[in-house]
Structures are given as structure tokens and as C-alpha cells.
């Protein structure tokens, strides 16, 4: 292990500041020794060196980069940020931010960074340390700066600290201040979900009367008028990306958690539920305060209702997946989108927080048809896998809407239709209840959460028994048990075929017996043949070791299907008699 370079002496290092000061030196000069000499030790030395506001509008802006590296400096870049050119300062503020955005091993960089923490803390700042400081500084920044177009510094630094943001949550407390520090709005924390997570707050803490004025601003040009409405726009634009991105980036268990508060009667008993570990455990805790600071924020922001024109935009609208890239130019608040995966996260909460924690949130007026279909076709219609793998938050959020949306029966505005969608095959027309169970069963496959997958299971199921067409039913089940190369797909199709089954069987059944295919020997003849198929096959594979691979791939459908045939066996008629589908 090589060893450490000699250390400065801070008393030279402190003298070399002070007697250097211009105009002993020119600035270029004395800069070049404030940067040799930089070390934790002289930052007092320094920060008073700094009240000097004509000497730090020259050289402030050239020492946010190595200030932000050296620990306790923060109190000398909060002077460079109130009395150095605002212009010139926040060009280094995102340069510095786009640096830690473009390290592409922040987040393993972090951890040993913090490792080395632990042993030298006096030479070590973290990334998300100097993301905090840095979006301290634009707090006081863009306050002073006077331009007819403040918008424009705006825009650009919103993408920016969104490319740099990591969905930790001392960083989303850092954005959460920013926002709420430039837009002016400040709601106290709500009670049942207050975080813990507190981050330096220089623009609310500090003192704004040592802010200097502007340099470059002309005192003859006054604030386009449409501005504030631009800019709220643009900083609720950035809370919905922000609300996404951390939603992806953290195990929320919305699906779960409600399908637990909608079925307690199948919680195994010892076994602690989610919405248990959520209400004890510090950091599920905190994940929850930050959410809910999040949609309170959004809220703050203007969107707090669920109007018909936000439902139209995130279903009928263009995906906007990245709002903010080409926000620079624009004039008026309407070119401003929102992040539709924020939005779907949005409503998400919205729909899980007003049933799991009884508060009050905007109901959507939608329906499962065509409503959900429409925003879950959207996100999974072009390369499902990558969007589920990419976006794990937003298609959770999109299973707990439409959990929410079956719950209360919103199944379609027409009820009695079974949604036949001629256009797709004239001759054999696909039914938009087979299409949306072919979406959640992708999410039920790619999704890498246990979890979310049981979720997505559980809705394709309930939306299923929930087509008024038993004949359509019957195709739905017939196409994955003949199309499908996924064994635990077969075998779930199994299990709501035995649903069915039992449904048709039910004297309570609101559907006439002699109505229903499923209470006629047609349903089981449709199926035998992809239900069990002729395994004489597998007598002539080469070796055994092809036969086990064959049955450990196969396992789930072959069980599935083993059981059902004891139930089929089993089972008795209404009238007592055995073997009721037995054909």
C-alpha cells in the first residue's frame, strides 16, 4: 500500500491566504495559491478571506470544484453562492453535478468512499455529501439572478440535478428542499408520515440579506409575465421525473401491501405482512415519509386533483419519459409535459395511501377498459422486458392501480360488452380481455420482484373471471395453455381454468348453469389435449438426465396439472354424483 503524500502544514498554508490577499497579488495569482494551499484547516481563514464581495464575484466561481471535494467547506461555497456572479457560479454548480452524474460507479464508488470515511473522515466527501451542498448553492443561486427569462437557467438545471440524482433519501430530501425553496411553497411535514431525513438547507437556514445583487442584471428589464407559470410547470415537471425515478429505485410493495389489506384472510398466521415490516422497520418507514413528501410536494405544486384531462393525457397522450431534455426553449407552461411514469406513480399513491392508510387523495375516473389497458399497452407494447427490467416501480404502480380499479368493480363502462376488437384479426377478432391478460402475465414473467410477479398473477386471474363472455374466457385460457412456453403461466392458467370450473359449479352463481360453457363437458374437451398432453415421447429421450431437465423445467405445469386431475376425479355434481367432468 503506497503511502500517504506529505501533509501541508496548515499554519503556512493559512499565512500563504492571508498575505497573499489582493492587492498583494493579483487575482490569477493569489488564486493559484488559494488552490495550493487548500486544506480543511484554512476553510475559516478562507470564508472570511471570501466576505470580500468584489474579490469572490472574480475567484468564486473557480473554486467550487476543489471546494466541494474538501470536507467542511460548506460554509465558504454558501459565501460564493450569495456574493460570487450568480451566472458564472452556477455554470460550475452543474458542471460539478454533471461530473458526479457521468461516474457511472457512483453508487459502489459511494460505499467506499464511506468505508474510507471510516478510517480518514477528514479526506473524504461522498457523492451524495456534495449533491446536497451543490443543490444547496443553486437554492440561493437562481434567486439572484434577474433576467426577463429566469426560466431558461431553470430548465437547465433542473435536467441537470435530475441526470445527477440517485434515489437515495438524503438525496430526495436535498431535491425536495430545492423545490420547495424555488417555488416559494412550504406545507409543515404531514404527521403520520414524517421523515426523519434532514439535509443542510443553506437558502432556508442562512441569512439572504448577505445575498449580493446581481452584476450582470439590467435594471430596466422586468420578468416576462408568463414566467412564474413556466416555471411551476417546469419544477412540477422535474417532481413527477423525481417521484419515478425514486419509485424505481426503491422497494415501495404497493401491489403487495394492498392485496395483503384486500385478502387477510390468506396472511399465514406468525408470518409478518408487509404492511407490518413497513410500519416498524426505520428505512421502509422512511421510503414511505418520502413518497408521501414527494406527493405532497406535487400537490403544492398544483396537481392535486385527478381531473378528466390528466386522466385523458396519461392514457390517450404520448409517452414522455424524459420531460425536462427539451425544456430549455419553451414559452408557455402547455409545452411543459409531466413524466408519465411520475404520473402513473402518482395515482398509484394516490389510489394505495387512500385505501391502506385511510387518507384522503384524489379517486381516478377510470376503469379497468379502456382506460388501465390503454396505459399498461403504452408502457409494455415495445420491448416489454427492457421496460419492466428499466422501470420496476412505475409497472408496480401500474398493477396497483388496476388492483384498486378491480376492487371497486371498475371493470368497463359497459359492463355486458366482452370488448371484441375486430380490427387486429378480422377472421378470428382478439378480445381486449385476452390482450390485457397477455400484458400482466409479461409482468408476471419479467419482473424481478417475487412480489410484484405474484401481483401481476393475481390481477390477470380477477380480470379474467371478470370478461362477461365465458366463451371468450374459455379462449383466453386455451391460448396460454396452447401458446404459452412458460411453465408457471400454464400452470396458473390451470388454476383459473379449476375456477371456472367451480364458478359454474356454484348454485349461487348469478350466470345460469345451462348458460355458462364451464358447466358443460365443452369447456374440458376444448382443453384435455394442452391440459395433458401425450407424454410418450419423453420414453424415447436418449438419457434420464434429458428426462429430469425436461420435468425440472416443466415442474409447475406438470404438479398443476396432476392436481387438477385429482380434482376432476374427486369432484361430484351437484346432484351427488361422481366424476362430474369426467366427459
Excluded at 412564474?228 to 417521484?243: H, N, R
Aim: glycine letters at 4%.
Amino acid at each position: 500500500m503506497a503511502a500517504d503524500p506529505p501533509k501541508a502544514d496548515p499554519a503556512k498554508a493559512i499565512e500563504a491566504i492571508r498575505e497573499a490577499r489582493p492587492p498583494a497579488t493579483d487575482r490569477f495569482t493569489y488564486l493559484t495559491i488559494v488552490e495550493a494551499n487548500l486544506l480543511p484547516e484554512v476553510l475559516p481563514t478562507l470564508n472570511e478571506v471570501l466576505q470580500d464581495a468584489e474579490l469572490t464575484q472574480e475567484i468564486g466561481w473557480d473554486l467550487v470544484f476543489n471546494l466541494v471535494s474538501l470536507p467542511g467547506s460548506e460554509d465558504c461555497l454558501e459565501t460564493v453562492a450569495r456574493l460570487g456572479n450568480p451566472r458564472e457560479v452556477i455554470l460550475k454548480v452543474l458542471e460539478a453535478l454533471e461530473l458526479l452524474a457521468g461516474d457511472e460507479g457512483s453508487e459502489s464508488d459511494e460505499e467506499e468512499q464511506d468505508e474510507e470515511h471510516e478510517r480518514k473522515p477528514e479526506h473524504t466527501v461522498t457523492p451524495t455529501q456534495k449533491f446536497i451542498t451543490l443543490l444547496g448553492m443553486l437554492a440561493i443561486l437562481h434567486k439572484r439572478i434577474k433576467t426577463k427569462y429566469p426560466s431558461r437557467f431553470l430548465a437547465q438545471t433542473l435536467q441537470t440535478v435530475y441526470i445527477s440524482y440517485r434515489p437515495n433519501q438524503e438525496m430526495t430530501a436535498a431535491v425536495i428542499n430545492l423545490v420547495h425553496n424555488l417555488s416559494g411553497r412550504r406545507r409543515p411535514p404531514l404527521p403520520t408520515r414524517q421523515s426523519t431525513v434532514s439535509v443542510a438547507n443553506p437558502d432556508k437556514d442562512g441569512d439572504a440579506s448577505k445575498n449580493a445583487p446581481d452584476p450582470e442584471a439590467d435594471k430596466e428589464e422586468r420578468e416576462d409575465p408568463t414566467e412564474s407559470e413556466v416555471q411551476d410547470k417546469l419544477l412540477l415537471s422535474f417532481a413527477t421525473c423525481i417521484l419515478e425515478a425514486y419509485a424505481n429505485g426503491n422497494e415501495l410493495s404497493w401491489a403487495a401491501r394492498l392485496l395483503e389489506y384486500y385478502n387477510p384472510d390468506k396472511i399465514v398466521p406468525g408470518r409478518r405482512t408487509l404492511m407490518a415490516a413497513f410500519r416498524e422497520e426505520k428505512e421502509l418507514l422512511e421510503r414511505d415519509a418520502i413518497v408521501g413528501n414527494l406527493v405532497a410536494l406535487i400537490s403544492d405544486l398544483g396537481l392535486d386533483s385527478c381531473s378528466k384531462t390528466f386522466i385523458h393525457q396519461l392514457c390517450d397522450g404520448p409517452m414522455h419519459s424524459e420531460p425536462l431534455a427539451n425544456a430549455d426553449d419553451v414559452s408557455v407552461p402547455e409545452d411543459i409535459a409531466l413524466s408519465t411514469g411520475g404520473c402513473v406513480c402518482l395515482v398509484a399513491y394516490w389510489v394505495f395511501s387512500s385505501t391502506v392508510f385511510e387518507a384522503t387523495h384524489p379517486q381516478p375516473e377510470m376503469n379497468i377498459f379502456p382506460e388501465h389497458f390503454a396505459v399498461l399497452d403504452k408502457f409494455l407494447q415495445d420491448d416489454a422486458h427492457s421496460q419492466i427490467q428499466r422501470s420496476t416501480g412505475t409497472i408496480e404502480g401500474l398493477l396497483t392501480i388496476g388492483l384498486w380499479l378491480q376492487s371497486h368493480h371498475f371493470i368497463s363502462a359497459n359492463p355486458t360488452s366482452p370488448l371484441t376488437n375486430p380490427t387486429t384479426s378480422p377472421e378470428d377478432p382478439t378480445s381486449d380481455f385476452m390482450r390485457y391478460t397477455h400484458l400482466t402475465t409479461l409482468i408476471a414473467l419479467y419482473h424481478p420482484a417475487l412480489q410484484v410477479r405474484n401481483a401481476a398473477t393475481v390481477l390477470a386471474g380477477l380480470v379474467l373471471h371478470s370478461d362477461p363472455s365465458d366463451d371468450d374466457r374459455l379462449k383466453i385460457l386455451e391460448d396460454l395453455l396452447e401458446n404459452c412456453m412458460f411453465a408457471s403461466l400454464k400452470a396458473r392458467a390451470v388454476a383459473w381454468l379449476r375456477e371456472e370450473l367451480l364458478a359454474a359449479a356454484d348454485p349461487a352463481t348469478s350466470i345460469p348453469r345451462q348458460n355458462n360453457l364451464f358447466a358443460t363437458p365443452q369447456a374440458l374437451e376444448t382443453v384435455q389435449y394442452v391440459v395433458f398432453p401425450a407424454l410418450a415421447s419423453l420414453l424415447d429421450l436418449p438419457t434420464t438426465q434429458d428426462l429430469v431437465e425436461y420435468l425440472m423445467v416443466n415442474a409447475p405445469f406438470v404438479m398443476q396439472a396432476v392436481n387438477f386431475a385429482l380434482f376432476l376425479w374427486g369432484s361430484t355434481t351437484p346432484d351427488g354424483e361422481g366424476g362430474r367432468w369426467k366427459g
